[in-house]
T-cell receptor, first 115, second 113 residues
Framework: GDSVTQMEGPVTLSEEAFLTINCTYTATGYPSLFWYVQYPGEGLQLLLKATKADDKGSNKGFEATYRKETTSFHLEKGSVQVSDSAVYFCALLGATRGSQGNLIFGKGTKLSVKP | DGGITQSPKYLFRKEGQNVTLSCEQNLNHDAMYWYRQDPGQGLRLIYYSQIVNDFQKGDIAEGYSVSREKKESFPLTVTSAQKNPTAFYLC????????????FGPGTRLTVL
């Protein structure tokens, strides 16, 4: 079945450091890919998405490119801030009839940014 | 403002009691979802509903029940049969369309005393 694997955390960075959180997926067909962010004690917010190969999603300085050849959707940011401290989830929305449009989540990566 | 509301934010229950978590959306979305979040385990799907008066079990439905009598509402009941109910519960909704994302509520933290 469909699955998502993302790098385990926690990840601790200094302010202005470069961030990469790896995400790879297994799926049939051509899924849509998402990054969600969860701030402490809150629900999930959509950070960015990509719906087809080579699409680049971007928002708030974060970027991720849908790479079908490597089945990856790595999250990057050039200069992190303390306010970026949160848990980040990679997710896949299946494109096949049997998937019923349900999201498959990775386990989440906790990011802590120190001043 | 359109969105998803969950109530209450914090909920405490004694062992052996059933408890119902509320989820309401005014986004006019057809599909609604319930997830459970535990530390280090990500989100796991409990139940989902693609349309009113219909719902399906997710990966961890045992000990839970739902109803979908109205498009806007998808309450989740945590029954006494759920062996480890203490967790953070998230509700989500999605507009139909194969590539549309899910929108999440703020969550309810349930603690069993």
């Amino acid at each position: 079945g469909d699955s998502v694997t993302q790098m385990e955390g926690p990840v601790t960075l200094s302010e202005e450091a470069f961030l990469t959180i790896n995400c790879t997926y297994t799926a049939t067909g051509y899924p849509s890919l998402f990054w969600y962010v969860q701030y402490p004690g809150e629900g999930l917010q959509l950070l960015l998405k990509a719906t087809k190969a080579d699409d680049k999603g971007s928002n708030k300085g974060f970027e991720a490119t849908y790479r079908k050849e490597t089945t990856s959707f790595h999250l990057e940011k050039g200069s992190v801030q303390v306010s970026d401290s949160a848990v980040y989830f990679c997710a896949l929305l299946g494109a096949t009839r049997g998937s019923q449009g349900n999201l498959i989540f990775g386990k989440g990566t906790k990011l802590s940014v120190k001043p | 403002d359109g969105g998803i509301t969950q109530s209450p934010k914090y909920l405490f229950r004694k062992e052996g009691q059933n408890v119902t978590l509320s989820c309401e959306q005014n986004l006019n979305h057809d599909a609604m979802y319930w997830y459970r979040q535990d530390p280090g385990q990500g989100l796991r799907l409990i139940y989902y509903s693609q349309i009113v008066n219909d719902f399906q079990k997710g990966d961890i439905a045992e000990g839970y029940s739902v109803s979908r009598e109205k498009k806007e509402s998808f309450p989740l009941t945590v029954t006494s049969a759920q062996k480890n109910p203490t967790a953070f519960y998230l509700c989500a909704s999605r507009n139909q369309g194969l590539r549309n994302e899910q929108f999440f509520g703020p969550g309810t933290r349930l603690t069993v005393l």
